[in-house]
């Protein structure tokens, strides 16, 4: 089920809103969380019922291991527990996810013919694998113990956070749902909710939709590109990325406030960062908190030398590459963010500094060039659009402007329908400009909830947004890290 659906939007949010308060205001409080966690796998199982008892050993198996972990005294034990607990969660989630990839390499290198499994991919078993080796992580340090699996059923199922994230911890989330006072309709939390749903259901349908058709077109329909038409393709992913996942973010803690919980922020305006360190504390802010606290400090973090410091960087992010997708364009993704990782240390080690709109220029075109492999189906997708990207032998102008700019003629320039490829126009051009112009000078939406005063003028405001969000849910439409 799509939050951007008229599903979610009119029945399933509304009727799960009620009955939940209305559950606890008859202080039927276990069978509200109950409901609620039934709700959460009502919403999963939409998609496809029958990955519903994966999603359910997934959790008794966690469960049963966390509690374990929070019991166990002896060290030797609880460290044999662990590593048995993230390993079946990584061969769960590697079987799914990577077992065709796999297969396909082993048939590359030994000129095999072993048949591809041509597994679906469950919905979100990126997500609820890393939520779940991180409670069993905490649970092993003792910074948190459930014993109550109900409680641990909600953690993990929630539905907001569920498909996409945000990843939390079970610390950061489950007190909130212990607390008295979230059992009650708190209807400031209704108010900034629904304003924060609206702008990330603005955001995913208006924005990110827009976008989609010309990255599209661009990546996987056109056999060639012009100049301009390359990096309208690579911009226009970019922005489809980021206002997709923003947007879906968005509408996650919107629909969390609603039920008086609050879901850590996951972007913090990721364009306006001025290196790649600043990047990766802006973009998908749960996820680089799970590398860094799970993955990088564990191989040693800075703690080792320089060199090993260089080595783990680069091992953290080409995990996180693959995480994304089970594809040697993920891999390379990810090494490219390590590299430039290992690259910004030096240069602050060496003591050099860089004019600040300098940084921000060679940052945001990095990332660009860098989403080119992340959106590539295959390699030589990504060889089009990056060779065409920096490339003069194929430039098309306006036609508008030939007449001023004839001489351009003679270096084998042309003019004519100049984003015809993409199946773009002059609109192409406003939407990307537009759109960076609001990236770079607008506070992003969880300012604007900060700073948000709740009175006619805002009420306005969110009601235009989701008025438009809703005219344009007839679109085709789909949540970029559903495949994830």
């Given at each position: 089920m799509l ?28 069978l509200?969380?109950g ?7 009502f ?14 050993i997934s959790?008794l198996?966690?469960?049963?291991i966390?509690?374990?972990?929070a ?7 609880k ?10 969660n990584?061969?769960l989630l ?5 077992a065709?990839f ?9 000129n095999?013919?072993?048949g ?8 979100a078993?990126s997500?609820f694998?890393f939520?779940?080796?991180?409670y069993?992580?905490?649970?092993y ?6 014993y ?8 993990v ?10 990843i ?41 939709d ?12 056109a ?7 390359a ?6 992913y970019t922005?489809q990325?980021?206002f997709d996942?923003?947007?879906?973010t968005?509408?996650?803690i ?10 850590p ?6 364009y306006?960062a001025?290196n790649?360190q600043d ?6 802010m749960?996820l680089s908190?799970?590398l ?9 973090g ?6 090993r ?39 602050n080690?060496?003591g050099?500094?860089m004019?600040?709109l300098?940084a ?9 060039i ?6 590539a ?12 990207m920096?490339s ?5 102008l306006?036609?508008?402007?030939a ?7 003679e270096?084998?320039i ?15 051009t ?21 700073s ?5 003028r805002?009420a306005?405001f969110?009601a235009?947004l989701?008025?438009i ?6 679109k ?5 890290y559903?495949n994830?």
């Amino acid at each position: 089920m799509l939050f951007n659906s008229y599903e979610f939007i009119f029945l399933f949010l509304p009727l799960t809103w009620f009955i939940y308060f209305y559950l606890n205001s008859k202080r039927l409080t276990e069978l509200s969380k109950g409901f609620l966690v039934f709700a959460s796998l009502f919403f999963y199982s939409w998609w496809n019922i029958a990955y519903l008892p994966l999603i359910l050993i997934s959790m008794l198996f966690n469960y049963t291991i966390g509690t374990s972990l929070a019991k166990n005294s002896k060290s030797i034990y609880k460290k044999n527990i662990l590593i048995f607990g993230i390993v079946v969660n990584l061969l769960l989630l590697g079987y799914f996810k990577y077992a065709d990839f796999f297969i396909e390499n082993i048939n590359l290198i030994n000129n095999n013919t072993i048949g591809l499994l041509h597994l679906m991919l469950p919905l979100a078993i990126s997500f609820f694998t890393f939520q779940q080796i991180s409670y069993l992580v905490d649970s092993y340090r003792h910074e948190t113990k459930e014993y109550d699996y109900l409680n641990y059923a909600l953690f993990v199922t929630f539905f907001p956070q569920l498909i996409a994230g945000p990843i939390v911890h079970h610390k950061e989330m489950m007190p909130q749902f212990a607390q008295i006072r979230n059992k009650v309709k708190n209807y400031n939390n209704i108010a900034m909710g629904l304003f924060i749903f609206s702008m990330g259901l603005f955001k995913k349908v208006v924005i990110a939709d827009t976008f989609a058709v010309w990255a599209t077109n661009g990546f996987d329909v056109a056999e060639k590109l012009n100049l301009l038409e390359a990096w309208a393709t690579s911009l226009s992913y970019t922005f489809q990325l980021y206002f997709d996942f923003s947007g879906y973010t968005d509408m996650a803690i919107g629909a969390a406030l609603l039920f008086n919980i609050k879901l850590p922020i996951n972007f913090n305006s990721p364009y306006k960062a001025t290196n790649i360190q600043d990047f990766w504390r802006r973009w998908h802010m749960t996820l680089s908190r799970f590398l860094k606290d799970y993955i990088y400090i564990p191989l040693g973090g800075n703690r080792k030398g320089n060199y090993r410091t260089y080595i783990n960087l680069l091992a953290t992010f080409i995990f996180g590459g693959l995480w994304h997708g089970a594809g040697w364009t993920f891999v390379f993704w990810g090494f490219l963010h390590g590299l430039a990782l290992v690259i910004h240390k030096i240069w602050n080690q060496l003591g050099f500094k860089m004019n600040i709109l300098l940084a921000w220029f060679i940052t945001f075109n990095f990332i660009n060039i860098s989403w080119v492999f992340f959106r590539a189906k295959e390699w030589d997708d990504a060889i089009k659009v990056l060779s065409s990207m920096f490339s003069f032998d194929y430039i098309v102008l306006p036609a508008g402007l030939a007449s001023k700019l004839s001489f351009f003629k003679e270096y084998n320039i042309e003019f004519g329908y100049w984003l015809d490829n993409i199946q773009g126009s002059i609109w192409t051009t406003i939407w990307l400009i537009t759109v960076f112009v609001i990236i770079i000078y607008s506070k992003n939406s969880i300012e604007q909830l900060h700073s948000l005063k709740i009175n006619y003028r805002s009420a306005l405001f969110m009601a235009l947004l989701f008025s438009i969000g809703i005219l344009s849910l007839s679109k085709v439409s789909e949540f970029l890290y559903f495949n994830f």
